[in-house]
């Protein structure tokens, strides 16, 4: 067990063999070099015992060692480990899904009979929960199912379920939803997945958990169409130069090259996720605001921006003049990449790096003697253009070689 087990990789648990190579060399070099410890002699029996439980000891102290690691602990040990951040496995469950039944008069359904999934008649077994019995004169019965196994099942609403075996008596089963899907139980990767994640969704004060919490609140409301958020702050004791007071945050949500004002719900929505986001004391700004309520009722009016699409316009002369289709498509491809890439609110739009993005990228590109960069179609200024830190450029149009 003095073998070095702690290493930069973390504790690595000693093999017997390993634990016997330096036992013997212990022997050897502090009694007596030519002490016989072939393992089929006394002597070498004895450190085969030892180092077997020396073997056995660094293996429990890795376990205990690699309990303390998220990565490496394994079972009740990643349980105990990932609960003390809130995260706890998940248990397996079942499917469930609701059916009419189909039953003569008199007729009874015993809880646990069974119907499958026709074409599934041992993969997609269900079985009723509770006991139906069929009215006076018959009729179809309501009656709640669950799966035979944990873990997702799938059922359609509409799907007419084979029963198995036949019952007297009941001659139809339909389902009428679609199944509510059970859930696997966690194994360790993905309880360690889900501990990640939840760590990561839970971040509080920071710029980057105002950003994600702001965007996770508004996409549903976006149609699936993209939308973003940016947060900057002012951690000095003066207004910054774009106007935002000391001590105070400016979240500008992004909701596409239309600009689109939100509605009192998103604007309330954006709020409310500013708000059980940001620290303690911290100022908001900007000229849209919404009403965001803590948990004992008490409102608060929070400030945000909507971020405006500026569309930019690019003409390049290029040499060669002309250029080839693939190279005019090149172009279009190198342009639009680097912009979106590199403007976002509040960025200059800087005509050098642009040009460059084009030539490096452009094979066959000699030169761009002229160019234009402007805010309207066939530009012909060649300055960089500032964006306000709400304004957001959008590459809206390319001329190349006047085309």
Known sequence: MSINNLTASGFVASTVTEEVTYLNGRVQTLIDPNLDVDPDQPLGQIIGIFAAEFAAATELLATVYNSMNPA????????????????????ATYSTVPCNLTLSAGTTVGAGSTISVPGQPTSNVWRLLTSVTAPSGGGVVPGAFQATVTGPQNVTSGTSMVISPTITGWSACVTTANATQGQNADTDTTLRTRRIEELGGEQFGTTTAIQAAVLAAVTPYAGGSPSGAW?????????????VPPHSIHVVYWAGASNITPST??????AQAIWSHKGAGVGTYGALSGVATDALGNNYTIYFDVGTAVPVYVS?????NPVTTAQRAAIVTELTTFTEQTWTFGTTVKVIPLLASVLNGVAGLVDIPTYGIGLAPAPVT????VMGPTQIAILSGILVNGT
């Open 72 to 91: 490496a602990a394994e079972g009740a040990l990643l349980a105990n480990l990932a609960s003390l951040t809130g995260t706890y496995p998940q248990v």
């Open 231 to 243: 947060c900057y702050e002012n951690t000095s004791y003066a207004s910054d130069a774009s106007g």
């Open 265 to 270: 719900t998103l604007a309330n929505i954006i």
């Open 316 to 320: 390049l002369n290029t040499t060669p």
């Open 382 to 385: 060649t300055g960089n253009i």
